[in-house]
């Protein structure tokens, strides 16, 4: 059975700032070709495909999982929809959107790399990460906890970190201490995995969000960045006072994260918040 853009858009899930291994080769521009890699040390898999080609068949049951295909997105949209104007037209501009299900270490690494920087270059350090610190030879595996934490600095800062490199590796040994147990939070109270992320130095609200939505799939998280304040303060009335979390979860529901999701990309792509 064919997966139309309403169901799942390989463009705008791959392209909504949820990961960062991923590319688009252009040469038919009506039907590019999309890969993303996904996993971690020897584990990495590839996913190549165009929205044409995009079936039940094609989906072996990692990518079904990966692309979140037993959630019901569109009793959520629906959803989202009666609680204003604002949600219905941002469900409606790019509803094939799915929070992707990535590996927890990936996604928690990779939003640390985010801070302060721009996708393209987020690419390409994880890209040079992946190449000089991750195994394999044909495609490499995102490193590995292991791989990361006994580095230099100055290595870290030979693929472009920067000021981020002592916070890789920071992150790198709270996983290998224990301190962040990946499979125990996914089911811990979200104020408490909070709690855990944010002890680590380099790991902030905002880091720690991403990496619990599109990590842990922890769909109560709401992550906060300069588009959604924007967008939250035009349209909704928030500002620095308001319990974010708390008042997500109350207007969106248990699944509040995914709401962003459809908020934020359109926000980025002409939606409201462009100036307050």
């Not at 906890?145 to 600095?153: F, G, K, N, R």
């Amino acid at each position: 059975m064919i997966i139309d853009k309403n169901t799942l858009s390989l463009e705008d899930t791959l392209f909504s700032g949820q990961c960062f291994r991923v590319l688009k080769n252009p040469d038919n521009p009506d039907d590019p070709l999309f890969t993303v890699y996904s996993g971690v040390g020897e584990n990495v898999r590839e996913f190549s495909l165009r929205q044409s080609e995009l079936d039940t068949d094609s989906l072996d049951p990692y990518w079904h999982n990966f692309f979140d295909m037993d959630t019901d997105y569109e009793s959520l949209k629906k959803s989202f929809s009666e609680t204003s104007d604002i949600m219905k037209q941002a469900c409606a501009f790019a509803p094939g959107i799915r929070i992707l299900n990535q590996d927890p270490w990936e996604a928690l690494c990779s939003f640390v790399v985010s801070q302060n920087n721009n996708i393209k270059r987020i690419m390409g350090i994880i890209d040079r990460m992946c190449t000089f610190f991750g195994s394999g030879e044909v495609i490499h595996g995102f490193p590995t906890p292991e791989q990361l934490v006994d580095l230099s600095e100055e290595q870290l800062r030979a693929v472009g970190l920067g000021f981020r490199a002592p916070y890789i590796k920071n992150t790198a040994r709270a996983v290998l201490d224990g301190k962040i147990n990946f499979d125990e939070m996914k089911s811990l109270p979200i104020d408490e995995c909070r709690r855990i992320l944010m002890q680590v130095k380099g790991i902030g609200i905002k880091v720690a969000d991403c990496a619990l939505l599109f990590g842990m799939h922890r769909l109560d998280c709401y992550p906060m960045d300069v588009w959604m304040k924007r967008v939250m303060a035009e349209c909704y009335g928030w500002n620095e006072k308001t319990d974010c979390a708390c008042e997500a979860v109350r207007l969106f529901g248990p699944c509040a994260g995914v709401a962003q999701q459809y908020l934020f990309h359109w926000a980025r792509n002409g939606g409201p918040g462009q100036k307050v």
